[in-house]
């Protein structure tokens, strides 16, 4: 039996994969959701071995605190990715469906936080791109699955019949889990399509992953003094412990948008940060 491993960004094809490859396999394949109630959340999985005729077991995870192993001995792991403005737009209509408002603040605090997961994300798994790793974008597969998923069972050892894999496939693109079709994103009839930030928030993205080019949606912008581009260096000013540098980044934001709590919360958070001491080291004349 083979071990996949998946590491994907949210709304990057992971089930797509899943739905093809558990109608090629049918019950020669093992899955772990990894999120569910009943799951042991530990990689590796601790219930992969419960059925001796698998094939293949194949289990998920976002790797959303950035904890997970890079390398699993025994195991393979297929690394998912997708251009970054298609795959937000999707991602903030399920956050939508979990119960949130929608308006540009909200839009645009989800649109930070989804900054801050890329670089994190590219930073771990994409950047050094590891030979043991096979890399598979959302744009690829749904393009080219065939080719896609021959490349992934070439690499992981896995011996297919060209046939039944190709039905597979079919299956898996005319009937999601939720009964539609899988379509590709329509990134300029969204509602916030017009509105900067998406461009910003595409700039920010772009240049926080050297190396990582995927196809652009819109202009060049100067991201940087841009609302969204306040707010995420803020972020990571927190992040680095620099107080001086986050709380006038986050004045700064608050002075574009005031009242928001958002920006609120971001400068209590750079406040709340330990000023730095400036050591002056005693000449040996003054001694």
């Avoid at 990057?12 to 994969?17: K, P, R």
């Avoid at 194949?58 to 195991?75: C, E, R």
Wanted: with cysteine.
């Amino acid at each position: 039996m083979r071990y996949l491993l998946g590491v994907s960004m949210p709304r990057s094809g992971h089930h797509l994969l899943e739905r093809i490859l558990k109608n090629t396999f049918g019950t020669q394949i093992g899955y772990c959701e990894f999120y569910g109630k009943d799951c042991c959340k530990e990689i590796p999985c601790k219930f992969q071995h419960e059925t001796a005729d698998r094939i293949l077991f194949f289990q998920k995870s976002h790797d959303f605190h950035f904890t997970d192993p890079v390398i699993v001995a025994g195991a393979s792991r297929v690394v998912q990715y997708r251009n970054p403005v298609p795959r937000s737009l999707s991602n903030y209509e399920l956050h939508l469906r979990n119960g949130h408002e929608d308006n540009i603040r909200t839009f645009r605090s989800f649109l930070v936080e989804e900054a801050w997961y890329f670089q994190r994300f590219f930073d771990k798994w994409m950047a050094a791109r590891q030979s043991e790793h096979f890399f598979l974008s959302y744009e690829e597969l749904t393009a080219d699955p065939l080719n896609a998923l021959l490349r992934l069972f070439r690499h992981i050892g896995v011996t297919v019949d060209t046939e039944r894999l190709s039905a597979g496939i079919a299956k898996a693109v005319t009937g999601r889990g939720d009964g539609t079709s899988f379509a590709p994103a329509e990134v300029f009839s969204h509602r916030y399509a017009r509105q900067p930030v998406l461009a910003n928030f595409e700039e920010i993205v772009i240049k926080s992953c050297p190396g990582y080019f995927p196809m652009r949606y819109f202009k060049s912008a100067d991201a940087d003094v841009s609302l969204i581009g306040l707010i995420f260096r803020a972020k990571k000013a927190i992040e680095a412990g620099d107080r001086d540098l986050a709380l006038s980044l986050a004045e700064a934001a608050n002075a574009q948008d005031p009242g928001a709590p958002q920006l609120a919360r971001l400068r209590q958070a750079a406040i709340a940060l330990p000023a730095r001491t400036v050591r002056v080291q005693a000449s040996a004349a003054g001694q």
